[in-house]
């Protein structure tokens, strides 16, 4: 096997957190693990017309072992129209988790 096929054979340069060397790793895997995930994944997981409008400013995991996410709107007039989205928001995480994870999404200024 060459070095073109291999994923591992990537190098970056400049130091990393632990958390993000390990989250590319779990991304080559194919494993799902945390909230760091989700927050590292966001444009992937929401989608980019989602990731356009809103990141995520917290992410708390309750007793029951499900989030409840905070998302601060690029723009607080996109605040009413990701509230309409909130459905769909959390299909989309609970689809990629493959769990039903989150219990509530709000947002904040």
Not at 5 to 17: A, C, L, M
């Amino acid at each position: 096997m060459s070095n073109q096929e291999n994923k591992f054979s990537e190098r970056i340069k400049r130091p990393q957190t632990l958390a993000g060397a390990l989250g590319g790793l779990m991304k080559i895997l194919g494993v799902r693990a945390s909230d760091s995930d989700l927050v590292a994944r966001w444009p992937e997981i929401a989608g980019p017309e989602i990731a356009a409008l809103a990141q995520i400013c917290a992410v708390r995991k309750n007793r029951n072992n499900k989030y409840n996410i905070v998302l601060r709107p690029i723009n607080p007039a996109f605040a009413l129209q990701l509230s309409y989205q909130t459905e769909q928001i959390k299909q989309q995480i609970n689809k990629y988790f493959g769990y039903d994870a989150v219990e509530k999404i709000s947002f904040r200024r």
